[in-house]
């Protein structure tokens, strides 16, 4: 039997842990009360003991799972090894990889190659990896998340004279941000025939309007006409020097969509959201309805209305009370 001690996240090895590996719960009656980072040592070795014995159980996890993911950075390490050789389309198994770990001090105090076949021995079946898998990064970040957690307990205790409250918010934002989004692997490579049949509906749903539109109309007759309509794939940038129209132009096509939406019972058109960054809620709400009351804004915000500019005002604020569009005027969004 190979003799393993491996360091735990908190320098330890894990017969003088304290606390559950994982969820990093403390144990008030051991003699050393603190609570070690969330870990889990068993799924990270059923994983790589799945690898090495069916290396199609790497596919399971090669879009999400790195080598930094995994809390005892000697399976990261071998985790990392295994991967090569599978994408270069080698078998990754316990003797394909001695040779890269024979002279390698740190397996070497865990068992050195022979830890490899123990691997091999904690194997989960394929089916099964990818949720070990899935544990591991959980639990990555779980650990990140407290790494996070200190930096901003420290950077608040002891941020310099010119770094405000505000602004060390808007690095935990952004950091949290980055944490969540590290993982987002839903892109890759997609299959050609769901390209094609995506393709195929957009063509038909532009068929079945007869001519219409095949993506969101803007209201713009010859802007649909180059767009062709505006799809969720498409980042459409309007450009211009200062008041050249570009709010207003965007303010109608964001208005002209949620209207389509609402009057078609959601057959066409769209729900929109709206940010600004410049012009508050209330300052684009009037500017709409400026615009279908016809109805100078200026004249709405110093009260120079007569009576049946007013009616006309209120008939207009009925017909937009329902219209789905929602706008977030946050300041320094990010």
């Known amino acids: 039997m190979v003799s393993t001690t491996l360091t735990t996240p908190n320098g330890l090895p894990p017969e003088h842990e304290t606390g559950d590996v994982s969820g990093g719960q403390p144990d008030g009656d051991g003699p050393n ?15 790589l003991g799945a690898i090495f014995v069916n290396n199609r ?19 990261g390490r071998i985790f990392e090894a295994a991967s090569k050789l599978i994408e270069r389309g080698q078998i990754a198994d316990p003797i394909t990889l001695k040779r890269y770990f024979e002279a390698d001090e740190n397996l070497a105090d865990i068992g050195g190659p022979a830890y490899l076949a123990e691997l091999a ?3 989960v079946t394929v089916i099964n990896a990818g949720e070990y898998g899935n544990v591991i990064y959980d639990l990555y970040l779980k650990r990140e998340l407290i790494a996070l957690g200190e930096d901003v307990v420290n950077a608040a205790y002891g941020g310099a004279v010119e770094d ?23 892109g ?47 980042l459409l940038i309007l450009a211009g020097r200062p008041s050249m129209g570009k709010t207003a132009l965007a303010t109608n096509m964001a208005f002209n969509a949620a209207k389509d939406y609402y009057e078609s019972d959601g ?7 709206f940010f600004s960054l410049e012009m508050s809620a ?39 009370h329902n219209i789905p569009i929602f706008i977030d005027d946050t300041p320094a969004l990010t």
């Open 33 to 47: 009360p603190f609570r070690t980072m969330p870990h889990n040592l068993e799924a990270e070795k059923s994983l």
């Open 121 to 123: 021995g904690s194997a």
């Open 164 to 186: 405000t409250a505000t602004s060390q918010i808007e690095v935990a934002e952004q950091s949290l941000y980055d944490l969540a989004t590290s993982g987002d692997y839903e």
């Open 188 to 234: 890759g490579f997609v299959p050609f025939r769901d390209s094609v049949i995506a393709a195929i509906e957009i063509a038909t749903n532009a068929h079945n309007r007869q001519g219409g539109l095949a993506g969101v109309g803007s209201g713009f007759r010859d802007i649909d006409r180059l767009l062709g309509g505006m799809h969720s794939s498409d």
């Open 282 to 320: 209330e300052q684009l709400a009037s500017r709409i309805l400026s615009e279908q009351s016809h109805i100078s804004s200026d004249r709405m915000r110093k009260g120079e209305l007569a009576t049946e500019e007013f009616n006309r005002l209120s008939a207009a604020s009925t017909t937009l």
């Open 57 to 75: 159980a790497y596919e399971a996890v090669s879009e999400f799972l790195r080598p930094e993911h995994f809390a005892y950075p000697q399976h």
């Open 267 to 273: 057959r066409e058109g769209a729900v929109v959201g």
